[in-house]
């Protein structure tokens, strides 16, 4: 019954990380100052993102991003650096940042710490996520459409402990496949863990040899494959999921505090408008964007209810 929840909702994504309390910034004025105000003159609308990709490339992409956003609303947009998912959803929960780009698992997170924390935008890919799982080429396995019961016996990892598509969804689908064992208990060895580096670190662990299998998601290694030698002699695909939902962008109640009603609209439509081929789509690695609301994550929650890494 869970099964057909999850497909009907578009199978979102959510993390395994412990919530934390909700506090207001200092540098936030307060709401009964600012409701229905015009934007203050010194006040910062400040975005992070979950570091699921190369960490030293964060900032520089998304400095492009809040460049973009400063001019579309009028008001000075910074890039705070979050040194992993964990750290992006405490940011938001304690009002240090008004809009994260989040993961379908981190996002549900979030919004579950910060009442009327809303989703407004996502990836026109990110309503049908997937993830695959790799292999090293020396393990001799080959792509194909059944799940790779094989991999049981051999050293496996996943990305960040907080990753949609590096843990929480693959995790589901092992199960699903498996009888319903947990991963730990399924693989002879315990599956590893990326601490940093994200999808891009599952990669490299896989190519290296340091694991013979990983799961991680479909755009980091298409990209990688493409630009990576390393990855594309050593690697092979040999899994793809099913479809699910996955990244968006939240946008924290603060900010309609701070810049007046109509502000998380706003947000909306500058991030929906930004050009084909912009700085700005580049920093998510997204063609477009489109309308993102609360619902379409049900099922992440869901799902990780059911794999045990979240408590309703």
């Given at each position: ?11 979102a ?9 909700c ?16 934007p ?27 460049e ?44 579950m710490?910060?009442e ?50 590096g ?53 980091t290694?298409d ?14 695909k ?21 810049f ?31 309308a ?5 994550f ?10 045990g890494?979240?408590?309703?």
């Amino acid at each position: 019954m869970l099964k057909s929840l999850l497909f009907r909702v578009g199978l979102a994504a959510v993390t395994a990380m412990a919530l934390v309390g909700c506090g207001g910034d200092p540098s936030t004025p307060d709401a009964s100052d600012n409701a229905g105000a015009e934007p203050a003159a010194a006040a910062t609308f400040y975005v992070s993102a979950i570091p699921d990709e190369k960490i030293t490339d964060q900032k520089a992409k998304f400095d492009k991003l809040a460049e973009y956003l400063t001019d579309k609303l009028g008001v000075p947009t910074e890039f705070v650096f979050s040194k992993d998912y964990a750290d992006s959803v405490t940011k938001f929960a304690n009002g240090e940042v008004q809009l994260v780009w989040f993961g379908g698992l981190s996002g549900v997170q979030a919004r579950m710490a910060v009442e009327g924390a809303e989703a407004i935008a996502q990836g026109k890919a990110d309503p049908q996520y997937k993830s695959y799982i790799i292999a090293n080429k020396s393990t001799g396995l080959k792509e194909s459409p059944e799940f790779p019961a094989a991999i049981k016996g051999m050293t496996f990892t996943f990305g960040s402990s907080g990753s949609t598509s590096g843990r929480l969804m693959p995790t589901y689908f092992i199960m699903q496949n498996n009888g319903g064992i947990a991963p730990d208990d399924w693989f002879a060895t315990k599956p590893g863990y990326q601490a940093s580096g994200g999808h891009v670190a599952t990669a490299n662990a896989v190519a290296d040899g340091t694991y013979q299998i990983g799961a991680l998601n479909y755009k980091t290694y298409d990209s990688l494959v493409e630009s990576d030698p390393k990855i594309a002699e050593n690697t092979v695909k040999i899994w793809t999921t099913p479809f699910y939902a996955d990244y968006n962008f939240t946008i924290h109640p603060d900010a309609t505090k701070a810049f007046g009603e109509g502000f998380a609209k706003k947000v909306q439509e500058a991030l929906i408008a930004a050009p084909a081929g912009s700085d700005a789509l580049k920093a998510i690695n997204r063609e477009s964007i489109i309308a993102a609301k609360n619902a379409d994550f049900d099922g992440i929650k869901a799902t990780a209810i059911e794999v045990g890494l979240i408590e309703e």
